[in-house]
């Protein structure tokens, strides 16, 4: 089987030769494993089976200090301090008040967001290719302060329906031009949880995030393509939720945050799990026989029957020794 053949037969909960994987790093883990491997070409190098492809951003994911200065101004008018450790963060948004008076959204139609990526696509045609329609809730947090904007849930909640639906409507004109493309899914990036629940009710994010998600994943449905969404933190509450809009795939499933065997048992016919690898305990702080181990129990207990893709719980941090990193991919590559 192919690494696409792989992805689409355990979102069709059909067991494989082998439980896909799929690996996500910062910089610093990016470049030991390239010295190990002796190559840039990483997703080949560790057998990566997801290819995400995005349309361009002045966003400053791992830019350079050095070329671009200490912070940088992304195209919806966000501000960010820049860094080579991380995607920086944010220091000055665009919306100061409740009210979208004045501000414009980015052009979606910018021809520079394309370029390179028809021959993206093309060279990562052995993999699941899943084109990504950005942030929404999460993108809204970046134009407006979190704690803010969890107030204008109750005190302004015309201006949050307002935000969420002008970023849905940039999300979607994305997406239309990504989707020309021979796809195989579209994955959203849009943070809910924190560590020990959603950020906000399940009521209010029914009300305000619900919506426009399920426009994204009926998008993608309509034109035949597989959903995948990243969520950190416990979601638990909304799981559900997320089955009965469609969602085909669910990322990360932080074990430190939710019992991941549980939602196997609980949702594990319905919806594809893809995550689940410890990177606050074992990754950091254990040997590599206990991440050898760790990855066989998920491995075998999540990827029974299908609907399970192996990757750690996040983006793999640079306190994780390469060691570890070596025996995941290690584990991850043995058959059944």
Not at 299 to 323: K, S
Request: glycine content about 8%; aromatic content about 8%.
């Amino acid at each position: 089987m192919t690494r696409r053949e792989r992805v689409l037969a355990a979102i069709r909960h059909e067991e494989t030769d082998l439980v896909p994987w799929n690996l996500m790093w910062v910089p610093a883990i990016g470049d030991r494993l390239a010295a190990h491997y002796g190559t840039d070409d990483l997703d080949d190098a560790v057998g990566n089976h997801i290819f995400l492809v995005a349309a361009g951003s002045l966003k400053p994911l791992y830019a350079d200090p050095a070329e671009f200065g200490p912070t940088i101004m992304d195209d919806f008018s966000v501000i960010w301090e820049t860094s080579l450790r991380d995607r920086g963060h944010v220091v000055e948004y665009p919306l100061t008040e409740p009210t979208l008076e004045g501000y414009r959204f980015p052009d979606p139609d910018e021809p520079w967001r394309y370029e390179g990526v028809a021959e993206a696509v093309e060279a990562h045609r052995d993999m699941l290719v899943a084109s990504v329609a950005g942030d929404l809730w999460e993108r809204a947090t970046f134009m407006r302060p979190l704690g803010e904007l969890l107030v204008d849930l109750y005190e302004s909640p015309r201006f949050v329906h307002e935000l969420l639906d002008g970023i849905c409507d940039y999300d979607l004109r994305v997406l239309e031009r990504l989707v020309e493309l021979p796809v195989d899914g579209v994955f959203l990036s849009d943070d809910y949880g924190n560590q020990r629940q959603l950020m906000m009710s399940p009521a209010m994010w029914r009300e305000f995030v619900q919506p426009p998600l399920a426009r994204i994943l009926d998008f993608a449905h309509e034109r035949g393509l597989k959903t995948l969404l990243h969520s950190c933190g416990n979601v638990r509450e909304i799981v559900p939720d997320l089955i009965d809009i469609g969602l085909d795939v669910l990322h990360p499933i932080q074990p430190e945050a939710m019992d991941v065997y549980e939602l196997k048992r609980e949702f594990g016919r319905d919806i594809t799990f893809w995550g689940g690898i410890s990177t606050q305990h074992t990754l950091p702080h254990g040997t590599p026989d206990e991440v050898r181990a760790e990855v066989r129990d998920k491995r075998e207990r999540l990827g029974a029957g299908g609907g399970y893709i192996l990757e750690p719980g996040i983006t793999i941090q640079e306190d994780v020794p390469i060691g570890n990193v070596l025996a995941l991919i290690e584990a991850a590559r043995e058959a059944l």
